[in-house]
């Protein structure tokens, strides 16, 4: 990771957003050391597009100068490795001249510049040529398209992108936009990531790096789209972070942990409200301390006595204490 890096992606101009994501992420990939060079994959996965999208955004930004693509060979097993990115900031950088493309009738390529030594050549020595950016094809019989070329004899079909949706266009019912995934939800507004700066104790004027342009909004409303946390609920929870982290964070994702806390809670309060409350428990039964008098109450009354529910004995102890009558035991049936 470098913030040379980031911060000069940051500042281009004139970018699709897509486009502009994949030229972040690729400057956060490089390291001043030994370059930039991650895997289509792993770069898919942080821009989150297909690999077919991101060569065609790759591709855009060639054709404008920001970044110069070098493949390269295993030189033990002619396997392919991962391209090198030559973003534009770094020293010597030379951007790729573009073929024209031969449809439209723009120019020919006997004129064109070609790569410097570094590129991948053919057994003649002529370098590779970018197909048109546009329409993607050209003269080039080794371009990476999706086109039915000849692929590079040393590195057999490896060259020749496989794209990752079905090419046959079927009719749409609704429009579909242009940009994909976070692009396509509301983006965060200026109101409410000033008031997370402020929630962070951040001064809007000095800014770190990491909380300047676009990428700190965008990972802000990853956390209201994908923890489906409200923009008050996050406010709240960076305000909260401030008790264990009185110092302002150096950027956002310094905050992942204390979002995905605030978002675990929300359902656990939302599972606690759908519970049904649990039932009074029933009065304890009294127990019953008074035997003779509770069987004079059942004597007197109407209810329904069987002859065995008194004993001998008990029936002297309601007699003794004057409970009943004998002329109504006699009634009851109690002899």
Not at 318 to 323: I, K, N, T, V
Request: hydrophobic residues 35%; charged residues 30%; glycine residues 6%.
């Amino acid at each position: 990771m470098s913030h040379e890096a980031t911060n000069w992606a940051i500042k281009q101009r004139g970018l699709k957003p897509t486009t502009k994501i994949v030229l972040w992420h690729l400057c956060d990939r490089f390291n001043p050391d030994y370059g930039c060079f991650p895997s289509q994959d792993r770069l898919a996965h942080d821009c989150e597009i297909s690999r077919s999208t991101l060569n065609d955004h790759l591709g855009q930004l060639e054709a404008v100068g920001l970044l110069r693509r070098v493949p390269r060979l295993d030189p033990a097993t002619k396997r392919q490795l991962p391209t090198r990115y030559i973003l534009g900031f770094e020293p010597g950088f030379t951007p790729v001249a573009v073929v024209p493309c031969p449809e439209i009738g723009h120019g020919q390529d006997q004129g064109v510049e070609s790569r410097d030594s570094t590129d991948v050549c053919d057994d003649d020595g002529m370098a590779d040529a970018l197909p048109c950016p546009d329409f993607g094809h050209g003269n080039d019989a080794r371009a990476v398209s999706d086109f039915s070329d000849e692929p590079c004899p040393e590195k057999a079909e490896s060259r020749v992108r496989i794209s990752d949706t079905n090419p046959v266009r079927e009719p749409l019912s609704k429009p579909v936009k242009e940009e994909e995934g976070a692009q396509a939800r509301a983006a965060i507004s200026d109101a409410v990531f000033r008031d997370l700066l402020d929630a962070l104790g951040l001064d809007p004027g000095a800014l770190p790096g990491w909380w300047q342009g676009w990428p700190p909004r965008l990972h802000v409303q990853r956390w209201r789209d994908e923890l489906g946390l409200t923009e008050a609920e996050i406010i709240a929870a960076a305000e909260a972070s401030r008790d264990e982290h009185p110092e302002p964070p150096d950027g956002p994702k310094a905050l992942d942990r204390a979002m995905q806390r605030a978002a675990q809670r929300k359902v656990e309060d939302a599972g606690r409200k759908r519970r049904k409350p649990k039932a009074a428990p029933a009065p304890a039964t009294k127990p019953i301390t008074d035997l003779p008098a509770f069987y004079a109450d059942l004597v007197n009354s109407d209810r329904y006595l069987p002859v065995s529910a008194i004993s001998n004995t008990m029936r002297d102890a309601m007699l003794a204490r004057g409970l009943v009558t004998v002329e109504r035991l006699r009634e009851r049936g109690v002899r």
